[in-house]
């Protein structure tokens, strides 16, 4: 559903999968500073919201998930991946305990299917699962005070839907805004710098959204094969873009080296200080060091999983 931010005067809806919110409000440089220095608030109210309620919740999903969660305290944020069978990650998960429930924030479009899923996997557990999408979204505030109530996960706060059109005490800023300080900070977003393919070590979120030393769950094999002998088949990469071209690649546009295709662009977005960057998936084995050609626009890489990640390397996923 359209958010009701967007009839503020100047709003700009953004693109697919986003255009259920804005992209700007009409001034995007300002709210991208605006957000950095700690006075804006950013509407991701598209992004769906699944609550996970009963007294086997934690251990319900700590069964299934990348995450250990059965000891997770109230009001500690935590992020989880759903992975299939063979370890490629379906749901990305920034979630919360309550005290009575388990709330999670997901992509847009996410919410039922991941709802659907939980709840088939339910069996005899005391758990009860619904897409509360309808009732709730999801904010990122900086610099002022939350709403009373509010369910502060790593990156937004879970707030009831009829909140969005409150006094936030602080700057309307744009997806636009939020996208740039996110792709500069390195992390990854679900279905945009990932594909079908992607498993946990490619896109950096081991140590951020997996326990290595939790119990069994589905596609943790292929989270320990990884772990215990490196080398995953590709791996998540900064770009820093050429500034002369006047347009930024598109998502899915190739990633190229010497006219071979090496991967594919995710996002790409003008930040207030870095200029134009991106994030893209490319094959482990490209040497670090080269040039690349992401969508046509010249761009240089920075490492953020390096080509031999596993038991003995970190994985540069700042958080900003």
Known sequence: MDSPLLSTPGAVPADSPDAEV???YGEPSAEQRALAEGSAVVDRSNRGVVRVGGADRLRFLHSLTSQHLEGLMPKTPAEALLLS???HVEHHLSLVDDGEAVWAHVEPGKAQELAEFLDRMRFLLRVEVTDES????????????APEGALVTTD????ARKELERDWNARLAGLWAYEALRIAAHRPRLG???DHRTIPHEAGWIDVAVH????????????ARVQNLGRPPRRLVFLHLDGSVDHLPAHGDPIELGGRTVGFVGSAARHYELGPIGLGMIKRN?????????GGVAASQEVIVSPDTGSTVKIDLRRR
Request: with cysteine; charged share 20%.
């Open 192 to 194: 945009l710098d990932t």
């Open 156 to 159: 937004g706060l879970i707030v």
């Open 22 to 24: 804005a992209a700007h």
């Open 134 to 145: 309808e009732s709730y979204a999801v904010v990122t505030l900086s610099g002022a005070e």
């Open 212 to 223: 290595l030393d939790k119990g069994c769950y589905r596609g943790q094999e292929t989270v």
């Open 85 to 87: 069978p063979n370890g």
């Open 286 to 294: 490209t040497p670090v060091e080269e040039a690349l050609l992401a």
